[in-house]
């Protein structure tokens, strides 16, 4: 690996590798050569400082890394997840090929799909209204309460998938911030309104304390017998959920080998399910299945989540980029940076590798995003003309969903397709200087103007094409990314399926409460945290 490595580094400086407009220049085939395909979706990675030579290093990167094997461990149900002792099976919860998937010798298979039918049969209830409230009415707003995987996921997908969506209003509720259920519950009516406690745990203290709230809502407005009319859950915790007062029937399982961030394709997915409908939730499933084929057989070079993740290891560990930007033209995908937050820095933000030594190098970039046109008038300029190297990723659809604003969709198209050619060209100071004096700007003026024109190009992107955001659309590119995340955790050499750094500030966090209560004094913390206190207490009414 380590060799393989250093070939890489010497190997991009020896062919000038970032040197990406040149070589756009010296060969005109680049696109077919390095871009691939999966059915209607396209992966330009000709924009990068990829050529013949780092391409075939990253083949022997790959293997060398071991990406083939542990791909294999992961999808048999291998505890690949070895410091909670776990497997990583979100692969297993859209297996639409249903062939069995061991967990300690026992196929999971039954019980996944025994889920989804309990869900599809529930979210049918809601929709049709045959599953009606405490006071007979229809379900006309579903509300999950649910925070990280258990919200990231449902309300990216919700949003993603506006145009199939058919059934009760959805809105989505996670911070602990008492403002953040207060604006939601002032929009509802109780008698009409549905909950969704979603909780892998069913411990984590924003969705408890959001939940009781709720609970609040609907005993104080319909007494505490509508309560059960009025909630669901989802959890793998049974026995916390039953303590709470949910009813069996409306209680949806999932299993401690589904990872929070990778959930959406199990119970945590009902709000999505209740608002597109079963059917398409299916083909969401089916699309992430033909990721998962797609991953498991095609050759490196073929491969689109293969590739993705060695150029994105390339661009940290070789070229030193520390973030990415996710820039989807597509305001439906609003969300899907912070998913992939979420996705990306909680499975490869590690410091230690499998063996418990530090990292050699980096793991996992910072990622971020804002889907374009309005990153274009926000952070691009830094993208383009900044001190630090972004890659970017943007993705576009070649059809939107209102063939009445075909104009627009093709502005948009114009749009994504010009900032990846600007980045990678650039303007020299020459072009700018050019472009000055053509509009009759005198030679000493322009050469003092022009330097702050220069673009200097030969700036990373990766282009995601596809026919139009359907379910199956969908699910696939999330599954796509899913699969990038794994190769480069396998490449870092870490365990990218634990989350030990978020327990840190939790342990705290309930340390402190009693603290900022004024039960406790603050004594034995540090002076700063004291200070906060203090100033807190003296500002509290
Ligand atoms: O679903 P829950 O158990 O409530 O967990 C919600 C979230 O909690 C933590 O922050 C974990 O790091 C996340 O991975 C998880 O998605």
Known sequence: MKTIVKDLKSTADKTKATDIRAAFVKDAGRFEKFSARFDDLTMDYSKTAVNEEILALFEKLAEAGGVAKKREEMFSGVAINFTENRAVLHTALRNRSNTPVLVDGKDVMPDVNAVLAAMGKFADGIRSGALKSATGKKITDVVNIGIG?????????????????DGPRAHFVSNVDGAHIADTLKLLDAETTLFIVASKTFTTIETMTNAASARKFIADKLGDDAVQHHFAAVSTALEKVAAFGIDATRVFGFWDWVGGRYSIWSAIGLPLMIAIGPENFGKFLDGAHAMDNHFRTAPVRENLPMLLGLIGFYHRNVLGYPTRAILPYDQRLLRFPAYL?????????????????????????????????????????????????IPAEFMIAANGFEPELRHQHDLLIANCLAQSEALMKGRTFEEAKAQLTSKGMDDKQADFIAPHRVFTGNRPSITFVHDKLTPFAFGRLVALYEHRVFVEGVLFRINSFDQWGVELGKELATGLLPVVEGKESAEGHDSSTQGLVKTLAGLKR
């Open 341 to 389: 937050q979420q996705l990306d820095m909680e499975s490869n933000g590690k410091g230690v590798t499998i063996d418990g030594t530090p990292v050699e190098g980096n793991s996992g970039p910072v990622v971020w995003g804002e889907p374009g046109t309005n990153g274009q008038h926000a952070f691009y300029q830094l993208i383009h003309q900044g001190t630090s190297i």
């Open 149 to 165: 995987g258990s919200d990231l996921g449902p309300v990216m997908a919700t949003l993603a998938l506006a145009p199939f969506h």
